[in-house]
């Protein structure tokens, strides 16, 4: 019986270092590399991209050699631009921050049939480095994965860490919750979003002057029922619906400028067995932003919320992310997120809305996001409806795959139990009548049960589970 075998390869962030203006013309050095350093190609069309450390200081080309085994051009692929004498020479604008080419897959591989084409940088018109990903491997694959059992790190009770998962691939990709604020919308809108892993929240003003003194707004802290709904990003991750930051507008004067509620570090200090840390640590402060429209970027300023004068920040939409993201305490733009059609699921903490007459923030932990804008969705199915086991791709209700992105959310777990006394005491319980099913942004199909969520001594914060592809 034929075997399909992926090989599940590592995501290796791109770091890049600062270069010396060496070059005869007295342009700045910038430093070049792949985003990323593999892929399984899962899709039939696949963006591949190159990052700068920093803005083209001229326009140019870069030029990519490849080699392939058991692939022809034209034959198993193509690429867009077009190569030539296995080249592809990539044209980019003065300012660039990057450049991609589209790598379409004609044919799979077959059963476990090694397949591949390796992209090189080989030379670029502009004094440049190439510091980190000078290759890329690209795998042709039959099937996406058949599934497998994972468990994703996000840290144990304090959750420090964000997940994020692709399935196809078995890969999980990991970021530190801290590490961004502020994400900038890839697509056609210009959207910004807010932290919600660290309850950050943020309020319109009356004002177009940045450099006005703002003082803080203890009534935007988010707690437990506490806090405005209004004032965060809206959890089913449609951007059409109310709360956060507004479309940035073409028209500066309508841009106003926002007071931001950094939100909460985690814990520093490991709580009771059963409870979570992940919010109960120190305030990460105030800051004030504005946010304008540069041609098809965003012009961003910030400060501190005494300060009279900010500091800008020109972030460039990149349509392979669903998100650029930006850290304003560190004051660069970070790495999070792999590629939008890379991932599926991400493993968080998360700020959410308790309905009612009013709707308020509630802030959760063990939360599992899909991955929305990229094309992932998911449901839920009662075992007293299927069993997991029995469960196959005929039982699939399409109807079901709403524009939500918490459609797994906490549906998973409940953190408390009846003690001893008979009153609840906290405590992680793994709910068994229940498991997922999840679309990815390829059109796989998966089911996905949870086999855990605390370690042996009871500790939140180690997810598991187990999944399959459905066919």
Request: charged share 15%; aromatic share 10%; net charge neutral.
């Amino acid at each position: 019986m034929k075997k399909n075998f992926i090989l599940i390869l590592s995501f290796v962030l791109l770091a890049f270092t600062a270069c010396n203006s060496d070059d005869n013309n007295g342009q700045s050095s910038v430093a070049i590399a792949f985003a990323e350093s593999s892929y399984n190609l899962t899709s039939t069309a696949t963006p591949v991209q190159i990052k700068f450390s920093a803005p083209a200081p001229a326009a140019g080309t870069i030029t990519i050699a490849y080699t392939a085994t058991a692939a022809a051009y034209t034959t198993d692929f193509t690429t867009l631009p077009v190569a030539a004498e296995s080249k592809i020479t990539l044209p980019f604008a003065k300012d660039a921050t990057s450049v991609e080419f589209t790598f379409t897959k004609i044919k799979n591989a077959v059963g476990a049939e090694v397949k591949n084409v390796i992209f090189s940088i080989s030379s670029t018109s502009i004094n440049a480095e190439v510091v980190g990903n000078k290759t890329i491997q690209l795998n042709f694959n039959e099937t996406a994965s058949l599934g497998t059992a994972l468990a994703p790190e996000v840290g144990g009770p304090m959750q420090p860490n964000q997940v994020y998962v692709d399935l196809s691939s078995g890969k999980m990709t990991t970021a530190v919750r801290t590490s961004w604020d502020l994400g900038f919308y890839g697509g056609s809108e210009f959207r910004i979003i807010l932290n919600s892993s660290l309850k950050m929240a943020a309020k319109q003003l009356t004002s177009t002057n940045i450099d006005e003194v703002q003082v803080a707004d203890e009534t935007m802290i988010i707690s437990q029922g506490q806090g405005n709904a209004t004032q965060i990003d809206d959890p089913t991750g449609v951007f059409s619906k109310s709360g956060g930051i507004a479309e940035v507008s073409s028209t500066d004067a309508d841009n106003k400028v926002y007071l931001i509620n950094m939100g909460s570090n985690p814990a520093t200090t490991k709580p009771a067995t059963g409870s979570e840390g992940s919010a109960g640590g120190t305030s990460r402060g105030w800051k004030k932003i504005r946010v304008l429209k540069s041609g098809s970027d965003y012009k961003v300023q910030y400060a501190d919320i005494a300060a009279t004068t900010h500091e800008e920040i020109t972030i460039s939409k990149n349509s392979a992310y669903n998100f650029t993201f930006l850290s304003l305490l560190d004051k660069k733009v970070v790495s999070v997120e792999p590629q939008k059609n890379q991932w599926d699921l991400n493993f968080t903490t998360f700020t959410n809305i308790i309905p009612g007459a009013t709707p308020t923030p509630y802030f959760y932990p063990d939360f599992v996001v899909s991955n929305l804008k990229g094309g992932a969705k998911a449901y839920q199915v009662l075992t007293s409806a299927f069993a997991y086991d029995a469960f196959t791709l005929a039982n699939v209700d399409t109807a079901k795959f709403t524009e939500d992105q918490r459609n797994i959310g906490s549906n998973w777990r409940s953190t408390s139990a009846a003690g001893a006394d008979g009153n609840p005491v906290s405590q992680f319980v793994l709910k068994t009548d229940r498991f997922f099913v999840v679309k990815d942004p390829a059109g796989n199909i998966y089911k996905l049960k949870f086999t855990g969520g605390a370690n042996e001594a009871g500790e939140r914060g180690y997810p598991k589970f187990q999944y399959a592809i459905l066919k």
